[in-house]
Every structure is written in C-alpha cells, then in structure tokens.
C-alpha cells in the first residue's frame, strides 16, 4: 500500500514563493509517476504538474508553466512542487498523486492521492 503525506502549504502574499513536499511511504515510489494536482471550493480537481518515473521528463498545466517547478528525489521518496510568483488565482488545494501510467493529466488516471495541503495567495 502506497501512503502519500503533503506538506509546505500556507498564506502568502501575491508574489511569493512556496515549496510543497510529498513522501511517499514503501519501496516502490521509483515505478510510479508523480504529478500534483488542486482544487479550488466549487471547482474541479486541475492538474498542475507530472514528472515521469526517472525525473527526467517534466510536464505543466499551461497556468503554472515557466512559474512552477516539479521535482523528485528517488532515494528519500519525496516528491517537490516549486512554486514562485504565486498569484491568487494558484489558492487551492494541492493533492500529491501516484500512478502507473506513462503520463496523464485527468485524476482517474492516479490510483493514490495525499490529503491535500491548502495554499492560500492573498492579492
């Protein structure tokens, strides 16, 4: 079993910058493929991020390219979402996610989600 725990989020101004974090419990977190999702209240679940097995294949929702950096450490099982000029449009709920596909950006294409860490982008 696949146990994801996030962290890192918080209240920040517009402008700012803020570093999530997800590890992943079990010795398998090398075959999987990581992405990062959110949730704003009243909106569906967005894809932000994805990153492949080895990290050297990165992609990025067009909203947070160039301003968002995903990244993973194989050997201590983390998972990390860079994240730099925030806006207020970036507050939401951000889900860390594991699956066995190549590559996707839709939720059902993950079988294990974290609990989400908030972060909030005042204006």
């Known amino acids: 079993q696949v146990q994801l725990v996030e962290s890192g989020g918080g209240l920040v101004q517009a402008g700012e910058s803020l570093r999530l974090s997800c590890e992943v419990s079990?010795?398998?977190?090398?075959?999987?493929?990581m992405a990062w999702f959110r949730q704003a209240p009243g909106k569906e679940r967005e894809f932000v991020a994805a990153i492949s097995r080895d990290g050297g294949t990165t992609y990025y929702s067009d909203s947070v390219k160039g301003r968002f950096t995903i990244s993973r450490d194989n050997a201590k099982n983390t998972l990390s979402l860079q994240m730099t000029s925030l806006k207020p449009e970036d507050t939401a709920a951000y889900y860390c996610?594991?699956?066995?596909?190549?590559?996707?950006?839709?939720?059902?294409?993950?079988?294990?989600w974290g609990q989400g860490t908030q972060v909030t982008v005042s204006s």
């Open positions: 996610a594991a699956g066995t596909v190549s590559y996707g950006r839709r939720p059902d294409m993950y079988g294990y």
């Open positions: 079990g010795r398998t977190f090398r075959s999987y493929v």
